[in-house]
Structure formats: structure tokens, C-alpha cells
T-cell receptor, first 114, second 112 residues
């Protein structure tokens, strides 16, 4: 299984600022996924990031708010822009496992916006 | 609209007994179902899965049952151990496997 690390593990940010979350995988992968888990809610897919192309965003998520970079096959960043308290969530990146039916997750980044 | 639902936010079970975690879904196009376990400060880890062509899949102490007509799946853990205490998420996907839909999780506590 892939080993996934995320930075930072947690942060407390002021309203109106931006935070960039990094995701590093120990093997080359084509697709990386970014999820959000708001308090008491399920994991929700934000976007799919393919290396060399624009990220694909799910309904309700836009590039201006959540810009994503995918500079190579082992790394991706998600930026949460112009933050508000509603952005307080756990943000997780994931990759496919041995098949596209399974995903492995990073440890998550716990974001609190004050 | 929540397509995958876990209606029990928490469950407590005595060590050695059976834990049964339930999950319901609404989308009849889902054909693959997974259970993930999540410890605090860690990401979810894959536990067990089942394809819609089966009604049961077993892996050691963990068994997942699928009732397609009822759009219901359950995870059985027997015997339950204190190390099983975690939040369990069920997830479902259609045949492309790209979009996973997660439930809100059930927090299991196994009491020694």
C-alpha cells in the first residue's frame, strides 16, 4: 500500500487568509484525490488531480476557492483560499490502492479557522 | 443529498462479543462497497470490501454482508477487541470507481 504524508497536520488560521496543504506519496501515482470532512459529516470529494492537467472539481467546489497543483507524480497541494470558519474541516488526500476500487488516505490536515 | 447513510453515530460493545455496524444507501447504481476504519489523528484505512455480485465477504474477524434488495450492508466484527475501537466509515462507488460516497461514520467502543 502507498504511504502518504501530509503537511501541516493541523493549523489554526485567521479568517480571510489562505493555507496550502501538501500531500506526498511514496510512489508514483496518476491520480490523487482531495477530500474534506466537516465536523460530524462524511468525507466529501473536493477534486481529482491528475499530473499534467487541470484538476477536476466536484459540484460545489471551485478552483478559485480550492486551487490545486500537481507538479509531479508523487506530490500535490491544495490551497484553501480566503478562509472562513465554515472551512474548518479535516482535509485528506488519497490515492488508488491496488485497484481503482480502493483508496488509501493520508493522515489528514485539521484546519480551524477563527 | 446523502447517498450513503450510517444512522448510528456510536456503538458500545463488550470485548469478545459481536459488533454489528450498519450502512444504508440510496443509489441502485452502486456496485462496490467498502469499509474504512479511522483512528484519531490518522486517515481512514481500508478494512474490507464487497462487490455487488456477492452477498458476503469474510476476512478474519471481519465479515461484510450486502443485501441489495434492501440497499443495506453491515460489518460484523467477531470477537470484538479493544483495539477495534475506532470510527468506521462505509463507502460506495459506481463501476468507474472514481467517486466514492462515504457515510458519516459510526464510532465503535469495545469495552474491556
Amino acid at each position: 500500500s502507498a504511504v502518504i504524508s501530509q503537511k501541516p497536520s493541523r493549523d489554526i488560521c485567521q479568517r480571510g487568509t489562505s493555507l496550502t496543504i501538501q500531500c506526498q506519496v511514496d510512489s508514483q501515482v496518476t491520480m490523487m484525490f482531495w477530500y474534506r470532512q466537516q465536523p460530524g459529516q462524511s468525507l466529501t470529494l473536493i477534486a481529482t488531480a491528475n499530473q499534467g492537467s487541470e484538476a477536476t472539481y466536484e459540484s460545489g467546489f471551485v478552483i478559485d476557492k480550492f486551487p490545486i497543483s500537481r507538479p509531479n507524480l508523487t506530490f500535490s497541494t491544495l490551497t484553501v483560499s480566503n478562509m472562513s470558519p465554515e472551512d474548518s474541516s479535516i482535509y485528506l488526500c488519497s490515492v488508488y490502492g491496488t485497484s481503482t476500487y480502493e483508496q488509501y488516505f493520508g493522515p489528514g490536515t485539521r484546519l480551524t479557522v477563527t | 443529498d446523502q447517498q450513503v447513510k450510517q444512522n448510528s453515530p456510536s456503538l458500545s460493545v463488550q470485548e469478545g462479543r459481536i459488533s454489528i455496524l450498519n450502512c444504508d444507501y440510496t443509489n441502485s447504481m452502486f456496485d462496490y462497497f467498502l469499509w474504512y476504519k479511522k483512528y484519531p489523528a490518522e486517515g481512514p484505512t481500508f478494512l474490507i470490501s464487497i462487490s455487488s455480485i456477492k452477498d458476503k465477504n469474510e476476512d478474519g474477524r471481519f465479515t461484510v454482508f450486502l443485501n441489495k434488495s434492501a440497499k443495506h450492508l453491515s460489518l460484523h466484527i467477531v470477537p470484538s477487541q479493544p483495539g477495534d475501537s475506532a470510527v468506521y466509515f462505509c463507502a460506495a462507488s459506481e463501476n468507474t470507481g472514481n467517486q466514492f460516497y462515504f457515510g458519516t461514520g459510526t464510532s465503535l467502543t469495545v469495552i474491556p
